[in-house]
């Protein structure tokens, strides 16, 4: 208990207040949230047969954590995005209709890795995403790939007017997981270009992605960086799922972190003892 108590002193105002400090620094550093990223509710999936996350609002633990200003962390983390797929499927398109709300009809490869930061606000806690655009192209492959690590949520990509683009998200899938952990990473599968084919094609394209998505465990999206189409209702479905997991793991995270404290007491009390018993002991040998 001794142990406690000096512990919560050393760590108490003076770790607050740097805490503080650091805390305002970063929101000095970052740009404000837009008022247009601003999520009070979970937005909707797109195919309730192609999401694992098939509840209709936030988890209550993480909306009463937010409620009580016990998020942790969340605030002042970026979280990693990164975007995969074949060469000219439209990532960069994507990610540009979001980001900048512009759409070039002509095609530049990115060469390499690009990236752009998005700022949000989830039920009132400030939440950012770091977008890392990868290359398609097989030559640049191999720099995109050194990208891929640590990220929380990954977005696979195909052109939903070429079939052979989705058949290869799987090796896509495959490449960006070797470098990430499957137990926490999100997935979203996504089919752009809808405006380029007519509905019946679509739904009969969309029976194929559905199956490829449900194997992957991924949550499906058709989308349209052209006309905007389902960008922005994807960009917050994917930011609100990505806090809410950050929110879950930092709730987990302070209360293991509760309980590792007391048995780490005892077991320093006990193992003190023992030690000092057992250095008695070789020593008289
Ligand atoms: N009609 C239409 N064209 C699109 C759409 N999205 C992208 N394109 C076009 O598809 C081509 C490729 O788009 P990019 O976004 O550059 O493709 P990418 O996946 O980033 O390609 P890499 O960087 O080489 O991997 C461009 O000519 C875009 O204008 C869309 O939603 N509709
Ligand atoms: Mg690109």
Redesign the pocket.
Known sequence: MAAYRSAESVTGPAAGLVEARRRAFIMSVLPPVRKDRVISQLPKCFSKGATLHTEDGFNAKVKTACQEQRTGTVGFKISKVIVV??????????I??FCKDV????????IGVDFEMERFEVLGVPFSLQLW?????ERFKCIASTYYRGAQAIII?F?LTDVASLHHTRQWLEDAMKENDPTSVLLFLVG?????ISPAQYSFNEQDAIKVAQEMKAEYWA?????GENVREFFFRLASLTFEANVLAELEKSSSRRIGDVIKISNTTSNLYATSKKKQSNCCQ
Do not use: P
């Open positions: 797929g074949d060469l000219a499927v439209g990532k960069t398109c994507l540009n209709r759409f070039d009809k002509n095609y530049k490869a990115t655009d990868t290359a398609g192209q990509v052109d752009t270009k809808k405006d380029l989308v349209s960086a052209l006309s």
